[in-house]
């Protein structure tokens, strides 16, 4: 199995023990990375689509010589990319015109073949939840864990589950909890935004959404919260301190990387994991881990 | 089928808290939220208090939230309701003050927000044949904006507006769209002044929770995205979101990839120092735990040179 490898920005910036987490996971299970090493930034929904369309062309252009699946580990690049592959897909003279105007000059051309999965769909779609089963050295067991997914994962349905197969991609996340043998804290909030995309322009509204997903899940009694979108891991860690300082109360969740949670589970240590890099503690969770091992 | 309806209550001007009256009673199997609604005020209760008008999908007026979920009363079936219980519960719709019963304030939820917007379009002088001729395809586009039954069921599914009820909300921002991609309209620049006011273009998230709630495929989301785009074509008028914008394609423009840390620091704004104080206890903490969250040598992509090109010609297109 081999995928052209698209980290995004965080995992290279502001989150890089998610970078080392999916590439030791990923190497683990024989899962083979070929990074886009020269590739851009998606956007991220920030930039205008008459900017990021041309430039996520591009990368899939590349991707699509390597003849690979393109696979994110963000829940944002995961969305923003298909957005723009769907559009450059179902319009074959928007596509010529973006190659034309675009990516000729760099002698490159998408013709329109790649799929865009994040590594969370691989692991049911590709790998098969039952192989991962197989490898898994430590089973969670009695570890509560809320999943959360970001917006992208989940909307909206003609990008995230085009097709009726793909209906399961709404609870893979409540899946894998149950594969690892941890336990499921299921909570109002999985779904929803982090609240992350305002927190520069309106960091209170942002702040009483992370603090009101991250509370709901502690006092519904999580150990710790599992995510797919770095985004909303800068928020929902980053970020937790302050909003719940701005609701008057403590949270203190950890919150979990999905190749961390998974990795947890395959046997790695949370140093391999590189958990001190995260901004709220993460020592119950370690401990329990610990009792496990 | 014999069923309860167990309807939410409140009493204008009195101390009596809210709460939920049941009602039982008997429908044919066809009946709709609405038939019941109608039904308990014509045989059983008298003071009960809800909205409906066309009484067959087309106006939005009568939402409501059936078992939790928000929906039309009069094209939802009881049937659909009861597989579970015969017990279904009515209630208002979310996000908006509740005046009777059922009966929500229309003008703080909706139409004081559609006001904020101008909603009236400033048409160039009257052509010569007094006709403004509009190719149909862009009319197309525009009609399915139109079409919004105002029923403000995106508004009920916001994410924004739980935390921040002062928010524009997808609605109004719907109805913006409306008017800014009319090509009769010639005051796009003060619309999106008034539209990028705070608690507005820029405070929502993009969750797509709205387009997901719309009834009519309006995808009023996506309509949003479409007005950040123009938004930033033109000239972002927020100071804030301008930084934020900007400093984002910039960084991308220079190095191909995204510089988080410069950008929280020049989202702020570098003579902002209260902003930038404001950082600190995170970047702080950030630092220790190896996050790197102020300026720092970003990786750059080797692809970055023509990653310029490309951003700089679509630029230049849209200038
Ligand atoms: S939850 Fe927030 S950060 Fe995560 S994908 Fe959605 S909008 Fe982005
Ligand atoms: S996309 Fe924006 S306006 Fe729509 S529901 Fe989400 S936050 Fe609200
Ligand atoms: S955009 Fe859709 S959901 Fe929103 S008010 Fe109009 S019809 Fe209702």
């Known amino acids: ?54 430039i996520n062309a591009r990368t899939l252009a590349k991707a699509e010589r390597l003849g690979e699946t393109l696979m994110t580990i963000c829940s944002t690049c995961t969305g923003v990319l298909r957005a723009a592959n769907l559009r450059l897909k179902e319009d074959p003279e928007y596509r010529e015109q973006i190659n034309r105007d675009y990516l000729a000059e760099e002698g490159l051309q998408y013709r329109g073949t790649i799929e865009v999965k994040h590594l969370l769909w691989v692991l049911f779609e590709d790998y098969g939840i039952d192989r991962l089963k197989a490898q898994i050295r430590r089973p969670l067991t009695g570890l509560k864990v809320s999943p959360f997914y970001g917006c992208f994962m989940r909307r909206p349905p003609e990008v995230v589950t085009p097709a009726k197969e793909d209906a399961g991609r709404k609870n893979y996340l409540e ?78 969740l950890p919150i979990l990387h999905l190749p961390q949670f998974v990795g947890l589970a395959l046997g790695f240590s949370p140093a391999e994991l590189d958990f001190k ?17 | 089928m014999e069923v309860t309806f167990k309807v939410y209550r409140k009493e204008p001007g009195t101390q009596t808290q809210p709460g939920r009256s049941d009602y039982k ?50 094209t939802t079936r009881v049937s659909s309701l009861t597989q579970k219980s015969p017990e279904i519960t009515v209630d208002p719709v979310r996000n908006m003050p509740v005046i009777k019963d059922l ?34 395809s862009v009319m197309a586009d525009i009609r399915k904006a139109m079409s919004c039954y105002y029923c403000g069921l995106c508004d009920e599914g916001c994410t ?49 929770e709205a387009s997901e709630h719309c009834p009519r495929g309006i995808a009023p989301t996506e309509r949003i995205m479409a007005l950040r785009d123009k938004a930033f074509e033109l000239g972002i008028q927020n100071p804030r979101a301008a ?42 903490r950030a630092l220790r735990r190896g996050k790197a969250p102020i300026p720092y040598i970003h990786h750059k992509s080797p692809g970055a040179p023509q990653i310029r090109r490309i951003i700089e010609k679509a630029e230049e297109k849209h200038r």
């Open chain 1, 1 to 54: 199995m081999k995928y052209a490898f698209y980290p995004g920005c965080v995992s290279r910036g502001g989150c890089p023990e998610l970078y080392t987490a999916a590439t030791k996971v990923a190497a683990r299970l024989g899962i083979e990375l070929d990074e886009l090493r020269d590739v851009a930034c998606n956007g991220a929904g920030v930039l205008p689509k008459y900017i990021s369309d041309p």
């Open chain 1, 175 to 252: 899946n894998l909890i149950d594969a690892v043998g941890a336990e499921l804290t299921d909570f109002s909030g999985k779904g929803k935004c982090c609240g992350f995309p305002i927190l520069t322009s309106n960091p209170d509204n942002s702040h009483a959404m992370t603090a009101k997903h991250t509370g709901e899940a502690k006092q519904k009694g999580a150990d710790c919260m599992v995510t797919p979108c770095p985004l909303c891991h800068l928020s929902l860690d980053g970020q937790q301190a302050e909003a719940a300082k701005a609701r008057g109360t403590n949270i203190d």
């Open chain 1, 277 to 293: 890099r995260h901004m709220v503690s993460t020592k119950e969770v370690e401990n329990q881990v610990s009792m496990l091992a």
């Open chain 2, 25 to 74: 009673i008997e429908l044919g199997k066809d009946a709709t939220v609405l038939d019941g609604l109608l039904k308990i005020r014509d045989e059983l209760d008298g003071t009960l208090a809800f909205r409906a008008s066309c009484m067959r999908g087309y106006c939005g007026d009568c939402t409501i939230r059936a078992n939790g979920k928000s929906c039309f009363a009069c």
């Open chain 2, 103 to 136: 009966v929500s304030d229309w003008d703080t939820f909706l139409w004081n927000k559609i006001d904020r917007i101008h909603p009236w379009l400033e048409p160039p002088g009257t052509a010569a044949n007094g006709e403004t001729i509009i190719p149909d």
């Open chain 2, 160 to 208: 924004v507006l739980p935390v921040d009820f002062g928010f524009m909300g997808p609605a109004a921002l719907t109805k913006a769209y409306r008017f800014v991609f009319d090509p009769r309209d010639t005051a796009t620049r003060e619309r999106f002044k008034y539209i990028e006011e705070s608690k507005g273009l820029w405070d929502c998230v993009h969750c797509f």
């Open chain 2, 243 to 284: 930084r934020h914008h900007y400093s984002f394609a910039d960084s991308i423009k220079k190095s191909g990839v995204l510089d988080e840390g410069k950008l929280a620091v020049e989202s702020e704004g570098l003579t902002n120092i209260r902003g930038l104080v404001r950082l600190l206890p995170t970047a702080a």
